[in-house]
């Protein structure tokens, strides 16, 4: 008979709601892999370069580019990730803060990233997207590359679900994001 292994419960990790550009802080500890959770068109590449050194955002788009010469290229992803997973792993095993830019939607690709974390020691921020599908939809149609409307709407959906569960997953920190007004401002 298999022996099954239980893991003790994570303490609950409290949320706090910063805007997309409204100067609000996080606090980023040294070392942390930072893991952006949202689907397509949230705002997570554009938040990630306003916030973030380039060399520290490891992008899955610009591995699949790296690939295959097209960011957009899912039948790469396989390879794409392999190179992702490696540009994590190479950069917390120096200390260095890395941004893990992919949808990170499932539960099982979020914990394959605190795995790597852990295993390095190394502490784990989440930020999630909390953008209305409207708005992900809205940007996603002002793209060059864009992304079907009903694989944005499951990824929206997918979404809602993570964000239930980001707070029993074991983070340092969880931020949540909310979409500044697209006015024209």
Same mark, same amino acid.
């Given at each position: ?68 010469? #097209? +960011?957009? =290229? ?11 997973? $490696? @540009?994590? /792993?190479? !950069? ?8 893990? #830019? +992919?949808? =990170? ?11 790597? $974390? @852990?295993? /390095?020691? !190394? ?63």
């Amino acid at each position: 008979m298999a022996e099954t292994l239980l893991q003790s419960p994570q303490p609950l990790t409290a949320a706090v709601r910063i805007g997309e550009g409204r100067g609000d802080r996080m606090q980023i500890p040294p070392g942390a892999l930072v893991v952006l959770v949202g689907p397509q068109g949230c705002g997570k590449s554009t938040f990630a370069r306003r916030w973030f050194r380039d060399t520290e955002v490891v992008s899955s788009d610009e591995c699949r580019r790296l690939v295959s010469d #097209d +960011a957009s =290229n899912q039948e790469v992803s396989r390879e794409a990730f392999t190179v992702f997973y $490696a @540009l994590l /792993r190479a !950069r917390l095993t120096h200390g260095r803060v890395t941004v893990a #830019d +992919a949808t =990170n939607l499932a539960p099982w690709s979020r914990q394959k990233l605190r795995q790597i $974390a @852990l295993a /390095r020691g !190394r502490p784990l921020v989440a930020v999630a997207f909390d953008a209305p599908l409207e708005t992900c939809l809205e940007r996603q149609s002002r793209r060059q590359r864009q992304v079907p409307v009903d694989v944005v709407e499951q990824s929206h959906h997918a979404f809602r679900q993570a964000l239930a569960e980001l707070p029993h997953e074991g983070y340092d920190r969880l931020y949540v994001v909310q979409p500044e007004a697209e006015d024209g401002s």
